[in-house]
């Protein structure tokens, strides 16, 4: 199930809501949230809650055991063994198949390939569990003594599938004793349908535009199509997934919950280090903590832990070696921009360090967009102009125009306009925030019927970042 699912709209959310706030107990409450959270998971894969409830266990035991021996080497000893099950588990679902085809493809064999499906989310929900597992190592947090409520914590159907990858530490309190209020709950629904109109109405339409130019033969694209199509799938990506985490951080409102942001309007950044400290901003924050920082991070070796992070990033993104490319792509950017790449945009107008930034993350996209790297190298060739490519064409001028006001408001909001526009309504007087407030149910409303009457009519709807 996703969020953006009539089924998800107009029965599963009310029914949670209502459940929820008929029950009077902190107990019943979190009960109640644990079941629907398991049955969001199993609507689509009900074979991988087994899995899900298999790591949730052993996690639990391995956390309770990891603090009564803190301190001493076993504690070190049960560290290791439960991150080689964690990071196993998510290997063979995840990397078996690439792993194989490496294998066969470098030495000349034929082992068959796995063709195990990848369980919705796990790549998230590992890394929850392992940043709470070493958080307790540390000292940092005591080992949850509530099985359920250690359920809850990673099961929570909010984040479950495509994060924010939340800390135990963020959320341990409320878990406890969270306040629900009304405009908590008024909160959620403004951010829920903020992020439900991003995916909808922006992401959903960029990705149908983008089709054609990315998934059509190479040779007939032209320079200006090339664009075009990295254009869009440069928006698709960031309102599906910024929208996505929009909806999530909106439903722990709703619930007494504060998610931790996962996106700061990355496109207005000027420089890609810059850019990843504005975007999926939970993950780039957990391989800091445990992967960099651990490493040495910048006392020692900075280059070979600066490179190795960036491999682990491209790869966590999928299982495929274009992802490691994309990844090792940001690592060299990020270390030139440490050595002196860096100072010299900070010296450049600002249009033009924007101008770079802009230009390295299109060609990234196209880096991660393909899994075959000969298809990637020929649309940016096409890109480019290289082999006699055409400047343009009358189809994507007629896509272009067609779709000029759409696309000109969907890149004005990759900006902090909605920012700007927040931070004018907090200014105004008493009288003129009332007024905001009375028109803000309705104004739902409205995104809502708009949002429901997009989806009825769309056969296209996917989310990017269930692959992940």
Not at 179 to 189: P, V, Y
Request: aromatic share 16%; charged share 15%; net charge positive.
């Amino acid at each position: 199930m996703i969020f953006a699912d009539l089924i998800f709209l107009y029965l599963f959310l009310p029914a949670n809501l209502l459940l929820y706030y008929l029950s009077g107990s902190r107990g019943w409450r979190n009960g109640i949230l644990v079941v629907f959270s398991l049955l969001f998971y199993a609507w689509g894969e009900p074979v991988y809650l087994l899995l899900l409830l298999f790591s949730v266990g052993l996690n639990y035991l391995y956390g309770r055991v990891i603090e009564l021996l803190r301190g001493t080497p076993q504690a070190g000893l049960a560290l290791a063994v439960i991150l080689f099950i964690d990071l196993g588990l998510l290997g063979v679902f995840k990397y078996s198949g690439l792993a194989v085809e490496t294998v066969n493809s470098l030495l000349g064999l034929s082992i068959p390939v796995p063709g195990l499906s990848l369980p919705i989310g796990i790549s998230f929900y590992t890394f929850q569990i392992i940043s709470y597992i070493i958080d307790v190592y540390r000292g940092e947090c005591p080992a949850q003594r509530s099985f359920s409520k250690f359920l809850l914590f990673v099961s929570l159907y909010h984040q479950l599938v495509a994060g924010p990858i939340v800390r135990y530490t963020e959320i341990a309190e409320r878990i406890d004793s969270r306040t629900e209020s009304w405009n908590g709950i008024a909160r959620g629904f403004d951010r829920f349908f903020i992020g439900l109109l991003k995916k909808v109405a922006i992401a959903n339409t960029a990705g149908k535009l983008a089709a054609p130019y990315l998934d059509g033969p190479a040779g007939s694209l032209t320079v200006l199509g090339g664009w075009f199509g990295a254009l869009l799938f440069s928006l698709q990506i960031y309102y599906d997934f910024s929208g996505y985490s929009d909806m999530a951080i909106g439903l722990g409102e709703m619930f007494g919950f504060s998610h931790p942001e996962n996106f700061d309007y990355p496109y207005a950044s000027r420089s890609a280090t810059e850019f990843w400290r504005r975007w999926h901003m939970t993950l780039g924050r957990f391989f800091r903590d445990y992967l960099y920082i651990p490493l040495g991070g910048n006392r020692r070796r900075m280059v070979l832990n600066l490179m190795l992070t960036w491999f682990a990033t491209g790869l966590w993104h999928g299982a495929s070696w274009n992802f490691v490319l994309w990844g090792l792509y940001y690592g060299v950017l990020i270390l030139l921009e440490r050595l002196f790449l860096g100072k010299l945009l900070e010296r450049l107008p600002r249009l033009i360090s924007h101008c770079y930034l802009l230009l390295a993350v299109l060609f990234g996209w196209i880096l991660f967009y393909f899994t075959s790297l000969d298809r990637a190298a020929a649309y940016m060739g096409r890109m480019l102009g290289f082999g006699g490519a055409p400047l343009c064409d009358l189809p994507t001028l007629v896509d272009l125009a067609n779709n000029c006001f759409w696309l000109l408001l969907a890149i004005l909001f990759c900006m902090p306009v909605a920012r700007w526009f927040g931070n004018q309504i907090r200014n105004l007087p008493e009288a003129g925030q009332t007024a905001v407030l009375r028109v803000r149910p309705a104004l739902n409303l409205l995104l809502l019927a708009l949002c429901t009457a997009l989806l009825a009519g769309q056969s296209y709807n996917p989310f990017l970042y269930f692959r992940f």
